[in-house]
Nanobody, 123 residues
């Protein structure tokens, strides 16, 4: 059974930082893509950032230069470091995973999801 356990959301003022973590267990294959997907009220889900099993990262244009991904392979944990946060980053953030070597930019391709963590950025 695949489990994705997230932590690290919260409320910050604009310009602040937060770090989200996602611990994965139960994935059958060693190659998988992990992504962070966010959804704000009334908006579509969007893949904010992703990392594949060889460490290749991809970021939504609006977060490039502000968000980074790191990983602890021994613990199967990925981290999303979010700096210079803006009010428009406010959303529920989900960790998502897909077994395979390709990271898709469409959230619909991810079969496994964490419980979500709220990020609120005030101006």
């Amino acid at each position: 059974q695949v489990q994705l356990i997230e932590s690290g959301g919260g409320s910050v003022q604009a310009g602040g930082s937060l770090r989200l973590s996602c611990a994965a267990s139960g994935l059958t294959y060693s190659s998988y893509c992990m992504a962070w997907v966010r959804q704000a009220p009334g908006k579509e889900r969007e893949v904010v950032a992703s990392i594949d099993s060889v460490g290749t990262t991809s970021f939504l244009d609006s977060v490039k230069g502000r968000f980074t991904i790191s990983q602890d392979n021994a613990k199967n944990i990925r981290y999303l470091q979010m700096n210079s946060l803006k009010p428009e980053d406010t959303a529920m953030y989900y960790c998502a995973a897909d077994e395979g070597t390709v990271c898709y930019s469409d959230a619909a391709y991810f079969p496994y999801w964490g419980q979500g963590t709220q990020v609120t950025v005030s101006s």
